[in-house]
């Protein structure tokens, strides 16, 4: 920033993205393709741990909080595998994202940070909630 105020400063956004699944069409896809949509939508962490009787609604939950990082990352016409966005189970019992490959570059050449997520389900639906922080340099106070 120039002595008199005027020029690019530094400004914090946030960015959020929200998604909500049917644990029905989840389901359904993993019977009618199996390990391929499997391997395709999660990592082998997710896979992991969503195991027993409520594996289609631990899986909807994280397609749900995958497609609100989508929403933050806003891709336009690159194109995000999946896998590229892993829902992991922390320790304390909640869920951070970790982003890799062209997901993690997204990320990086928008400056978000402080990726954060909030998911949940019920037997019919999922839901998950996505924040990020970004910070970016403006030219005279206009937002990025």
């Not at 320790?91 to 978000?112: I, M, S």
């Not at 949940?120 to 005279?140: C, K, L, Q």
Request: aromatic share 4%; proline share 5%; with cysteine.
């Amino acid at each position: 920033m120039n002595v008199d105020g005027n020029g690019p400063r530094a400004v914090m956004t946030t960015r959020v993205g929200c998604d909500v699944v049917t644990v029905r069409d989840v389901a359904r896809s993993i019977d009618r393709f199996g390990d391929r949509y499997l391997q395709r939508m999660f990592t082998p962490h997710e896979l992991a741990v969503c195991t027993g009787p409520g594996r289609a609604q631990r899986l909807a939950a994280r397609f749900a909080a995958k497609e609100a990082v989508m929403k933050v990352l806003r891709p336009r016409d690159q194109a995000v595998p999946w896998q590229a966005i892993e829902i992991r189970r922390e320790t304390w019992g909640g869920c951070a994202v970790v982003l890799a490959g062209n997901a993690a570059a997204l990320a990086r050449d928008q400056q978000l940070t402080d990726i954060q997520v909030s998911i949940s389900h019920e037997p019919e639906y999922a839901i998950a909630t996505v924040v990020a922080t970004r910070v970016g340099e403006t030219e005279g106070g206009v937002h990025p």
